[in-house]
């Protein structure tokens, strides 16, 4: 099956720096891939996905990379915000009509400070 | 627009004893609707999928089953809880081809 790897487990930035995350995925039929924002007992909240035919997309100061080749992908997150703290978590599914069909990674804390 | 509603959101329950978990959402039709398990500081683990009433796929063996009695009805049941089964359960929905959209959870402690 797919296994997502995710680093850093923890990520602490100071307001307006970027901060980025990294996954990679070992299954190369996956061609979906969303990045999910949850707070402290809260769902997750999809914040950003990308699919395989893109290489990049962006959407105000969220962005994703996604390397086919290499089996990687990464959000990237500029002008970071106090409000930007919560656990982030990369995903990936080769689930065709099913994307909910997701294999998660193990999450990312982020801190920004003030 | 669409809405997922997931209760109870808080839940603890003696070891044996059984489970029920409830998942509707409203303003679609057909939805693809899934069972989430996250255990403390792990990512999402993929428990139960759905593509139709009736319809119930199973991703990895567990003490957990699930059914679609409705068309936007989604529940996971146990007949005796484990200690092990304790974790926050997310129900999530989509339309074919399109992301899934993840309920509020449900924090299950089981003493």
């Known amino acids: 099956g797919e296994n997502v790897e995710q680093h850093p487990s923890t990520l602490s930035v100071q307001e307006g720096d970027s901060a980025v995350i990294k996954c990679t995925y070992s299954d190369s039929a996956s061609n979906y891939f969303p990045w999910y924002k949850q707070e402290l007992g809260k769902g997750p909240q999809l914040i950003i996905d990308?699919?395989?035919?893109?290489g990049e997309k962006k959407d105000q100061r969220i962005a994703v990379t996604l390397n086919k080749t290499a089996k990687h992908f990464s959000l990237h997150i500029t002008e970071t915000q106090p409000e930007d703290s919560a656990v982030y978590f990369c995903?990936?599914?080769?689930?065709?009509?099913?994307?909910?069909?997701?294999?998660f990674g193990r999450g990312t804390q982020l801190t920004v400070w003030p | 627009s669409q809405t997922i509603h997931q209760w109870p959101a808080t839940l603890v329950q003696p070891v044996g004893s059984p489970l029920s978990l409830e998942c509707t959402v409203e303003g679609t039709s057909n939805p693809n609707l899934y069972w989430y398990r996250q255990a403390a500081g792990r990512g999402l683990q993929l428990l139960f999928y759905?593509?139709?009433?009736?319809?119930i796929s199973s991703e990895v063996p567990q003490n957990l089953s699930a059914s679609r009695p409705q068309d936007r009805q989604f529940i996971l049941s146990s007949k005796k809880l484990l200690l092990s089964d304790s974790g926050f359960y997310l129900c999530?929905?989509?339309?074919?081809?399109?992301?899934?959209?993840f309920g509020q959870g449900t924090r299950l402690t089981v003493v």
């Open positions: 999530a929905w989509s339309v074919p081809k399109k992301e899934a959209f």
């Open positions: 995903a990936a599914s080769s689930g065709g009509s099913t994307l909910g069909r997701l294999y």
């Open positions: 759905s593509v139709g009433i009736g319809q």
């Open positions: 990308i699919r395989s035919n893109v």
